[in-house]
């Protein structure tokens, strides 16, 4: 093997092959619209953010327990536990 064989098969090809998954994983960087930075103008309108959208009716409030009811009924399950 000529030295410049020797170059092209153990620097020259990793190389490429480097470039190309470089470029692939840098593609979408640069397709994507620039990102907000903080201090930046916001030009977008305010969106009010909730994990059921569904329930944002009027018809879904929390009603408060009746007076002559000795102990609230919990109807959530699961959640945190721990004492203070």
């Known amino acids: 093997m000529t030295p410049v064989e020797t170059i092209l098969v153990f ?3 990793p190389l490429a ?6 470029l692939l994983t840098l593609r979408e960087r640069f397709a994507k619209s620039p990102r907000y930075r903080p201090g930046q103008e916001w030009e977008h309108p305010p ?3 909730t ?3 569904a329930g944002l ?3 879904h409030s929390a009603a408060a327990p009746a007076q002559d009811d000795p102990a609230p ?3 959530a399950k699961g959640g945190a536990r721990g004492g203070w």
């Open 11 to 13: 620097a020259a090809i």
């Open 17 to 22: 092959i480097y470039g190309v998954i470089a």
């Open 47 to 49: 969106v009010w953010w």
């Open 51 to 53: 994990a059921n959208p």
């Open 57 to 59: 009716g009027a018809g």
């Open 73 to 75: 009924r919990r109807t």
